[in-house]
T-cell receptor, first 114, second 118 residues
Framework: AQSVTQPDIHITVSEGASLELRCNYS??????LFWYVQSPGQGLQLLLK??????LVQGIKGFEAEFKRSQSSFNLRKPSVHWSDAAEYFC????????????FGSGTRLQVQP | ETGVTQTPRHLVMGMTNKKSLKCEQH?????MYWYKQSAKKPLELMFV???????ENNSVPSRFSPECPNSSHLFLHLHTLQPEDSALYLC?????????????????FGPGTRLLVL
């Protein structure tokens, strides 16, 4: 069965600093990979996704992620964090089995210091 | 974001009560989902409906009973819940056919119903 690990439960960065959130997955083939963000009191919003092709994908709000097959990773990055980026971030994996079910990581809560 | 709405936003119920959660999507999608989000646990898929038919049930206890009368509305009927069922219940929708694979579909989430079972 596939699994998703987000090793960092909680991260604090200063506003303007760079950010990298880690995501590792376990799956035999190339999965479909997603990053979602959840602001307080809100549902999840898709930041970006990777299916195939260029391993560096751009998303909304200035985020990008890089798929590294050799490391089974799909880390999320942002060069300069804004206070409004404070939220919880979820990595998710899907696979081509005819089902819609995604496997989500436990999430990383991002705090932004002024 | 008003594409997927959920009511109520907060609900407190006793273990003997019966209540229902409602989800409505205004995006013209044909697939709808219920998820459970508990503290410190990954998001858990509960049910998936496609064109009003249930296509996935992730071994959810029968005290949770979903209903999908049409592609825009999804309900979760609750009865005799347990305190451990307290969680945020999220509804989502997606559109089949655009992504080429069901697992590629972008899911659009509602804000959730925060449920407390006493």
């Amino acid at each position: 069965a596939q699994s998703v690990t987000q090793p960092d439960i909680h991260i604090t960065v200063s506003e303007g600093a760079s950010l990298e959130l880690r995501c590792n997955y376990s799956y035999g083939a190339t999965p479909y990979l997603f990053w979602y963000v959840q602001s307080p009191g809100q549902g999840l919003q898709l930041l970006l996704k990777y299916f195939s092709g260029d391993t560096l994908v751009q998303g909304i709000k200035g985020f990008e992620a890089e798929f590294k097959r050799s490391q089974s990773s799909f880390n999320l990055r942002k060069p300069s964090v804004h206070w409004s980026d404070a939220a919880e971030y979820f990595c998710a994996v899907g696979m081509d089995t005819g089902r819609r079910a995604l496997t989500f990581g436990s999430g990383t809560r991002l705090q932004v210091q002024p | 974001e008003t594409g997927v709405t959920q009511t109520p936003r907060h609900l407190v119920m006793g273990m003997t009560n019966k209540k229902s959660l409602k989800c409505e999507q205004h995006l013209g999608h044909n697939a709808m989902y219920w998820y459970k989000q508990s503290a410190k646990k990954p998001l858990e898929l509960m049910f998936v409906y496609n064109f009003k038919e249930q296509t996935e049930n992730n071994s959810v206890p029968s005290r949770f009973s979903p209903e999908c009368p049409n592609s825009s509305h999804l309900f979760l009927h609750l009865h005799t819940l347990q305190p451990e069922d307290s969680a945020l219940y999220l509804c989502a929708s997606s559109q089949e056919g655009l992504a080429g694979s069901k697992a590629r579909e972008t899911q659009y989430f509602g804000p959730g119903t925060r449920l407390l079972v006493l």
